[in-house]
């Protein structure tokens, strides 16, 4: 009850008439309890609801994919983790200055075999969302993130990364403790782990605050999440100073996961749930349990310096140049 609520709160605009049309069917599942046939009418609107969802989610535009991807509903990291994993522990601190909530890790079970998890953790209201800092990190939240990503290496635990951030956290006590020193020595760490590496952009991957936890041999992407440089609106700002330009500004960004699996950053979109990982999280945990399970499979018995040699050349190979010679 209380998710149908959110949804109903929490309706995007191109979703609107697929919701209209799923309020009419419980209209009529409520007729029909009281003992009025309306069986027919009931399975031709849930024909009609399910082939305009198909229509209206074929043809959205990178803003309205963005909009998904920052969807309040939508599952965090923690809802993965108890739907995917077993025997979560986690672990605290950076062992310098404190803990920081907007990155959770800890050790946990997936599939049977014994893993390190780390990622971006998000609020569901304000008083969350204060204690997560939006899931935007401060150094020590990247600076937990290595230490823990080192131990797990040391005793030869693979690694599972969830991304799920507007960006680092740019304030003025973040930048005093070497916000992007934090970052750089993420990248330079995870680039060095002899264990294997996955990270899984589940909502919006921003930034460096999303590449600190973005240096893995493999990297997934759910079909509605996003992964830039940039925000649309930091862009729009920067570049033309004029917030109508959002919609452009994510589409030449090329943030989709469309997008970047066709310039081979990302190695595999997973399907969401019809109309949305919001919609039905359990379905979608059960397509991200696949792809996990078949590659982890895939970097078993890598040996060490092969995994870290490969990575490499995996991010050396990314992008395009075009040397000039006088």
């Known amino acids: 009850m209380a998710h149908e609520q959110r949804i109903e709160r929490l309706v995007l605009e191109f979703e609107k008439p697929v919701i209209e049309l799923e309020r009419k069917i419980e209209e009529l599942r409520g007729l029909a309890a009281d003992q009025v046939d309306m ?29 998904l991807s920052r969807h309040p509903s939508r599952p965090y990291m923690a809802d993965y983790v108890e739907l995917l994993c077993e025997d979560f522990l986690e672990l605290h601190g950076d062992r310098s200055f404190r803990d920081e909530p907007a990155i959770v890790g800890g050790l946990a079970r997936f599939d049977s075999r014994e893993i390190l998890v780390v990622g971006h953790q998000k609020g569901r209201n304000t008083k969350e969302n204060l204690h997560r800092n939006f899931g935007m990190a401060r150094p020590e939240g990247y600076r937990k993130a290595t230490r823990l990503m080192r131990l797990a290496s040391r005793f030869g635990r693979p690694i599972l990364c969830f991304i799920d951030t507007p960006g680092a956290y740019p304030g003025l006590g973040a930048e005093e403790r070497g916000q992007a020193e934090a970052i750089a020595k993420s990248l330079q760490v995870m680039a060095s782990l002899e264990v294997p590496v996955i990270s899984l952009v589940i909502g919006e991957g921003g930034s460096g605050g999303a590449l600190a936890l973005g240096v893995a041999d493999r990297i997934l992407m759910l079909e509605y999440s996003i992964y830039s440089v940039i925000s649309p609106e930091g ?92």
């Open 235 to 326: 862009c729009a700002s920067i570049l033309w100073r004029d917030p109508a330009k959002v919609p452009e500004a994510a589409a030449q960004l090329k943030l989709t996961a469309a997008d970047l699996a066709e310039f081979g950053i990302c190695d595999e979109i997973i399907p969401e749930a019809a109309g949305g990982a919001h919609r039905d999280p359990a379905k979608t945990a059960s397509y991200v349990r696949s792809s996990l399970k078949r590659h982890f499979k895939e970097l078993d018995g890598a040996r060490p310096p092969d995994l870290v040699a490969k990575r490499y050349e995996k991010f050396r190979s990314m992008g395009t140049f075009i040397q000039v010679t006088s």
């Open 39 to 67: 069986s027919k009418e009931i399975r031709k609107l849930e024909q009609k609801a399910r082939k305009l969802q198909k229509e209206v989610f074929a043809d959205l535009t990178p803003q309205q994919k963005v909009q």
